[in-house]
C-alpha cells in the first residue's frame, strides 16, 4: 500500500504483505525511520551496537561515540521514533549488555573465536570511572528511556549457557544480557497465554518468568552470533497478533525477519550494513519465498 504524507514530506511505501512478509529498508536508522508515518507497527524487538563493541566500518556508527553519554543519548533519539511509530497499544523489547571500560587501550586485536571483535578504536573511560570498572551501560540506557516517557515494564535476564569464555582471573565470567520490555502506554497488547512455561510437574503452565536461558546462535554467513530465534520468538508472540508488524531498526542478520515469518507476522527491517543487508538476504530467502527490499 501507498503511504500518507508525514510532517509534509513524502514517506516511503510499506509493501509487507502474506506473500512478501519482509521489507528490508538499507540506510541509517536515523535518517529511515524517520520516513515512518506515526502508529504503524504493533511491535519492534531490537538488538543495536553495543558502545565500544565493535567496529561496524561507517562514519558516524552508533556504538563508536566518544563518550557514554553521547551513546545513550543517540539511542534515546532514535528511540523515540521507535515509540512513535508504535501503535498506542505496541510494545519495545530491547536487548542490550553491559561493558567494562577499555583500561586505557586504544584498539583491540581479533581473537579466535570471534573475529569481528576487532577494533581499530577503543573510547577512552568514561568521566568519573576507573580502569576495569564495570559500566552499567544497559541500566543507563534503561533508565534515560524510561525519563523520556516509556514504560519500563520487565527487566529480562538473557541466560547463556553457551556464553563465550573469558581470560579473566579476577571475575567471573559474564553469561547474560538484559532484555528490557517497554510499552508506549499503560495499557498494551500483551499475549500472556502465547508464552505460558509448563510447571515442574508439566501438568499445568505458568506466567513466563524473567530468566531466559538462550543459547546464542553461530551465524555461518559472518563471525558474529546471531540474535537467537529462541530469544526474539516470546517478544514476537506476546507483543503483537497473527498478521502484525514487527520493526527490527538493527536488522542486522535478520534473525527477527526469520522469525516474523515463523509466527506469522510480518516485519520491516533496517540496516546501515551492506554486508549485513546481504547476509538477512541470504537467510531470510531460507525462510520465505519472496523478499522485499528497498535501496533508499
Not at 524487538?45 to 553495543?50: A, E, I, N, R
Not at 561496524?56 to 553519554?69: K, L, P, R, V
Request: glycine content about 8%; proline content about 6%.
Amino acid at each position: 500500500m501507498s503511504a500518507p504524507y508525514v510532517n509534509g514530506s513524502s514517506v516511503w511505501p510499506l509493501r509487507c504483505s502474506a506473500s512478501e512478509p519482509v521489507q528490508i529498508v538499507s540506510g541509517d536508522v536515523r535518517e529511515k525511520l524517520a520516513l515512518l508515518p506515526d502508529e504503524t507497527v504493533h511491535c519492534c524487538v531490537t538488538s543495536p551496537p553495543y558502545w565500544g563493541m565493535r567496529d561496524y566500518g561507517y562514519s558516524g556508527q552508533i556504538g563508536a561515540e566518544e563518550t557514554i553519554d553521547e551513546y545513550v543519548a543517540n539511542l534515546v533519539s532514535c528511540f523515540r521514533d521507535v515509540r512513535r511509530v508504535l501503535r498506542s497499544d505496541g510494545t519495545f523489547w530491547l536487548n542490550i549488555a553491559n561493558t567494562y571500560t577499555s583500561g586505557g587501550r586504544g584498539w583491540r586485536d581479533k581473537d579466535a573465536k570471534n573475529q569481528g571483535r576487532a577494533m581499530s578504536y577503543r573510547p577512552d573511560t568514561p568521566a568519573g570511572l576507573k580502569p576495569k570498572d564495570l559500566i552499567g551501560v544497559a541500566w543507563m540506557l534503561a533508565m534515560a528511556m524510561q525519563r523520556d516517557g516509556w514504560y519500563l515494564r520487565s527487566d529480562i535476564i538473557w541466560y547463556k549457557p553457551n556464553c563465550q569464555p573469558e581470560s579473566v582471573k579476577d571475575r567471573v565470567t559474564v553469561s547474560h544480557e538484559y532484555l528490557f520490555m517497554f510499552s508506549k502506554s499503560e495499557s498494551y497488547y500483551f499475549d500472556q497465554q502465547a508464552i505460558k512455561e509448563p510447571t515442574a510437574d508439566g501438568k499445568g503452565s505458568k506466567n513466563k518468568r524473567t530468566v531466559w536461558q538462550v543459547n546464542t546462535e553461530p551465524c555461518k554467513e559472518a563471525h558474529f552470533a546471531a540474535f537467537p530465534r529462541a530469544l526474539v520468538r516470546p517478544c514476537i508472540l506476546a507483543g503483537s497478533p497473527k498478521g502484525g508488524l514487527i520493526l527490527d531498526p538493527f536488522l542486522g542478520s535478520g534473525t527477527v525477519g526469520i522469525v516474523a515469518i515463523e509466527t506469522g507476522r510480518r516485519c520491516l527491517g533496517i540496516e546501515v550494513k551492506p554486508d549485513y543487508v546481504d547476509i538477512a538476504k541470504q537467510r531470510l530467502l531460507g525462510a520465505s519465498p519472496q523478499l522485499f527490499m528497498e535501496c533508499l
